[in-house]
Every structure is written in structure tokens, then in C-alpha cells.
């Protein structure tokens, strides 16, 4: 196990190379996870910090482990049931054109969940979906629709596999229509600016190793970017830290909602 000493260290160089924070993360849980890396590569801190400095590709690898980018189309598809009976049919009411945020979105395959299920719902309509990672490289084959593999795409229906999916050998690729209906950017849930006035903010399966500090201030950025009556969507096992102190409301299962009145009560 890395010391405190070398950990703060790392932090440091790690910041300073990719930009990530780690003082917004769970601190034991990182300082293992860094370590079992080290472990891995058979060099003790200060070599490592050496290697990232001068290496971009172990650099990246440092990015990619940190980060962790698994995800699937319709991950946990009883959740994405209640965003399609529950959540989206709303928005659809109210506002028409939905204005929704991937934050997190890996490989694509969540914000590309959403828009085909968007298009399903109410065609034609130019719905907007923004899609974000901090992760650079997992957002080129997010951009290029592919290459997706069977196990992918495992959780959709065929029809829609069929609809939005060309099939290269073993690989699916996302069709036009769909990749028109996303657009993807690099954003730092850490750090960055957020837009506002969305119908629906999606982050599953991001903030797990984040500190409950960060999460509180994650869940107060989000809820002011979303509209009064705005949806939340989070993974399955990650009830909302102080969700009532903030003004969400939880809908059903994953989803949280903010106050119809929220703009009013706030503004009292
Ligand atoms: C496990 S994936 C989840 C993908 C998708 N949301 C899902 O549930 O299938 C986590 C994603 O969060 C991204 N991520 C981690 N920390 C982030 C941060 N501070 N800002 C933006 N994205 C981050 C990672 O790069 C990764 O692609």
C-alpha cells in the first residue's frame, strides 16, 4: 500500500497531468485503487510519477483506470422502463422538445439510449442531447457510433437494433439518423460549467467513487440546471445524498425530480 505521504504526492502530479482532482474522491478507496495500479506496474510512486510525466500512453491508461468507462445501451433496462413511462412522457407534455444531459457518458451508449427512445416517443421533433465525459478518448468512438459488440447492444430491442444499427461483422455501428441525434463534448463534472434549463439530467455510474462532499455539490449544480419539474435519472444503487435538503422529490426507483414551483419557492 502507497503511504499518505506518497499518495498526496501522486495527487499532486495527477492533477497537474490529467486535470482529475483526487481531493473529490473517496480517499481509502483511491489510495487502494492506486495502489493495486502500481502494484500492477512494479514501480513505486516516484517512478510513477516519472512514467506519467514523460509517457502520454501510460498517462491515458492512469485516465482510463481512474475514470473506468463500462457501460451498455439500456444498462439496468427496468430503470430505463420507468424513464420511458414515467419521465419522458412528461417532459414530452410539457415542453415538446426535450433538453436532456448524458453527464458521464462513456462509449455513448447511454445518451444514444435516450435519443432512440426520445425518437420512438416523438419523432421529428429535434430533441436535444448532450452527451459529456472527461474522458477524451472514450468520447472519439462515442462521436464515431461504434465499434459497439454484441454485448453492447445485448439489452436492446431487436427491432430498434434493426432501426438505428448497421452490423459490420461482428461490430455494430451506429446509423446516421442516430449519431445526428446526439452531441457529445468534453466536460469535468469537477470542475467545469454546467448549462441550464434542462428537462433531464442522466449520471449513472459516475460519481461511485467520489466523496460525499463532492456528490452533495454535484446534486446542487444539477438541480440548478434543471427546469422546475426536471428529472434526475441515477444508477440503481445510488440513492441521492440529502435529496429532500436540495428539493428533489424521488419519483420511483432511480429517478428524483425537482419541484414544479422550485423557481418560485427559490426566488421567495
Ligand atoms: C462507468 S462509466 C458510466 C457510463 C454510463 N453513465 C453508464 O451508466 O453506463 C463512468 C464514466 O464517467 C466518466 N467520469 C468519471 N469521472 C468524471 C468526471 N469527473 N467528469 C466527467 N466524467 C467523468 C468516466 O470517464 C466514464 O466514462
Known amino acids: 500500500m502507497i503511504s499518505d505521504s506518497d499518495f498526496e504526492v501522486l495527487k499532486v502530479k495527477i492533477n497537474q497531468i490529467l486535470g482529475i482532482d483526487l481531493g473529490y474522491y473517496k480517499p481509502q478507496q483511491m489510495q487502494r485503487r ?64 426535450a433538453k436532456v444531459w448524458s453527464a458521464g457518458c462513456s462509449h455513448g451508449g447511454e445518451p444514444y439510449s435516450v435519443a432512440i427512445l426520445l425518437n420512438e416517443l ?14 477524451r478518448q472514450i468520447l472519439r468512438r462515442a462521436q464515431a457510433g461504434g465499434p459497439y459488440a454484441e454485448t453492447d447492444v445485448r439489452a436492446m430491442e431487436k427491432r430498434l437494433l434493426l432501426k438505428y444499427f448497421d452490423k459490420k461483422g461482428s461490430e455494430f455501428w451506429a446509423k446516421d439518423e442516430l449519431l445526428r441525434m446526439v452531441k457529445f463534448k468534453e466536460l469535468n463534472l469537477l470542475s467545469d460549467r454546467f448549462s441550464i434549463g434542462l428537462d433531464l439530467i ?15 455539490a454535484l446534486n446542487e449544480r444539477f438541480f440548478s440546471s434543471l427546469k422546475p419539474g ?25 429517478l428524483y425530480q425537482k419541484a414544479k414551483q422550485a423557481a418560485a419557492m427559490r426566488a421567495a
Not at 46 to 59: S, V
Not at 202 to 216: G, L, Q, W
Not at 230 to 254: H, K, M, P, Y
Open 230 to 254: 426536471g428529472f434526475l435519472f441515477v444508477g440503481g444503487t445510488e440513492a441521492l445524498l440529502g435529496a429532500d435538503d436540495i428539493g428533489f422529490t424521488r419519483v420511483q426507483s432511480s
Open 202 to 216: 442522466i449520471c449513472r455510474n459516475v460519481v461511485i467513487y467520489f466523496s460525499d462532499d463532492a456528490k452533495r
Open 122 to 135: 416523438a419523432p421529428g421533433k429535434n430533441h436535444l442531447v448532450w452527451a459529456t465525459d472527461i474522458d
Open 34 to 97: 492506486l495502489s493495486g495500479h502500481l502494484t500492477r506496474l512494479h514501480l513505486d510512486a516516484r517512478e510513477f510519477c516519472g512514467l506519467i510525466g514523460n509517457d502520454p500512453e501510460a498517462a491515458r491508461e492512469l485516465r482510463e483506470f481512474i475514470t473506468i468507462n463500462v457501460s451498455e445501451f439500456f444498462r439496468d433496462p427496468a430503470q430505463f422502463d420507468v424513464l420511458k413511462s414515467v419521465a419522458l412522457p412528461e417532459i414530452l407534455e410539457s415542453s415538446g422538445q
